[in-house]
């Protein structure tokens, strides 16, 4: 059974904070992972140069490094993660979260564990530059109707950890989505299964600092877009 893991880090305006994403990476207890960095800066850019030196520190045939011709958006740079990825298992990652380092081992036995169900997700901290502020439980087994009436139930999309075959059915990220690319696609794999909940602290999501505030009307154009697409 190949048990192999594929750890997709998008990247965008990150790289200050990517060296902490791959090195808790590397230093999981769990040892058959690959690593696929997505780079979604603009090429000739100062962070496309930032991310190439710190991604160039990182000598290991198990980590990828794919540079996008321009920039895309998250779902676009997911979706090229997945072309590249191996593993029967799909794990996330934002270039500024981080894991604890039995996030995969405790993820793949569980799900080994219960093949009826094709994700999961653990409790995640929440922190930023004045540390810690809450902790997003995952005290139980969510539906699309869990993820409808809460936004924030998986906390970060660095959460999501799901097996490869499903994404392959579900055909990746819907790239349409300039927001809410990771509910979006959670409330598709809700459709095929339910997401199975592992209650340990096994992920920091660390608020970026960078400025992505959106623009109004188009985060309305959003908003109303993903609630059309799943009113029923």
């Keep these: ?43 000739y850019s100062e962070e496309r140069i930032l ?3 710190v991604v160039s520190k990182y000598n290991y045939d198990f980590i990828k490094y794919i540079k996008h011709s321009k920039n895309k958006n998250g779902a676009a740079a997911r979706n090229t ?10 794990c996330f ?15 793949v036995e569980i799900l080994n564990k219960n093949q009826e169900y094709g994700a999961l997700y653990c409790s995640v901290i929440l922190a930023d530059k004045n540390g810690i502020y809450n902790v997003v439980r995952a005290d139980k087994i969510i539906s699309s109707k869990d993820i409808l009436l809460d936004e924030g139930i998986i906390g970060t999309g ?12 579900l055909e990746g990220f819907d790239e349409s989505f300039s927001r809410h690319q990771d509910l ?11 997401i199975l909940n592992l209650n340990d602290v096994l992920i920091v999501k660390s608020t970026n600092q960078t400025n992505n505030i959106p623009n ?17």
Excluded at 81 to 90: D, H, V, Y
Excluded at 158 to 169: C, G, H, P, V
Aim: charged share 30%.
């Design 1 to 43: 059974m190949n048990n192999k893991v594929s750890v997709i880090i998008p990247t965008y305006g990150g790289g200050d904070k990517l060296s902490r994403a791959i090195e808790s990476v590397i230093n999981q207890s769990y040892s058959e992972i690959e690593i696929i960095i997505v780079d979604d800066n603009p090429p």
């Design 51 to 53: 991310t190439s030196n």
């Design 81 to 90: 993660g997945l072309k590249f990825a191996e593993g029967s298992f799909i």
């Design 93 to 107: 990652l934002d270039d500024d979260d981080f894991l604890f380092p039995d996030r995969i081992k405790k993820s």
């Design 158 to 169: 660095s959460n999501i950890f799901i097996r490869r075959n499903i994404i392959k059915y």
């Design 184 to 194: 979006e696609f959670l409330l598709r794999v809700c459709k095929y299964t339910n």
């Design 216 to 232: 109004y009307n188009k985060f309305k154009e959003v908003k109303n877009k993903y609630f059309e697409k799943f009113k029923t």
